[in-house]
């Protein structure tokens, strides 16, 4: 499986953004896909997670309410809308990919960067 990450960028506080991650390859074997972020001299952590088939969808406390996470099973691609973002979600965000048969996440995107000016 081989994810592409798009979508980052610069934008004021309050404003919006949204990622995109095309997956290629064995894509009939995602079970499950997440987008991951790490800022400086932190460590990485979730962000929003999807189901493939369900389309359950799971998000860390500190952006609930504010992204949403979503698929296009057709284009295999998943999709972060970040609304209201603050300076605080500046990092580089990582898409990823978990199969079938996987406990974790195997599969990575190359990063994109958020960055969220005050």
């Known amino acids: 499986v081989q994810l592409q990450a798009s979508g980052g960028g610069l934008v004021q506080a309050g404003g919006s953004l949204r990622l995109s991650c095309a997956a290629s390859?064995?894509?009939?074997?995602?079970?499950?896909m997440g987008w991951f972020r790490q800022a400086p001299g932190k460590e990485r952590e979730s962000v929003s997670e999807i189901r493939w088939n369900s389309g359950t969808t799971y998000y860390a406390d500190s952006v609930k309410g504010r992204f949403t996470i979503s698929r296009d099973n057709a284009k295999n691609t998943v999709y972060l809308q970040m609304n209201s973002l603050k300076p605080e979600d500046t990092a580089v965000y990582y898409c990823?990919?978990?199969?079938?048969?996987?406990?974790?996440?195997?599969?990575w995107g190359q990063g994109t960067q958020v960055t969220v000016s005050s």
């Open positions: 390859g064995r894509t009939l074997s995602i079970y499950r």
């Open positions: 990823a990919a978990k199969v079938v048969g996987d406990l974790q996440y195997d599969y």
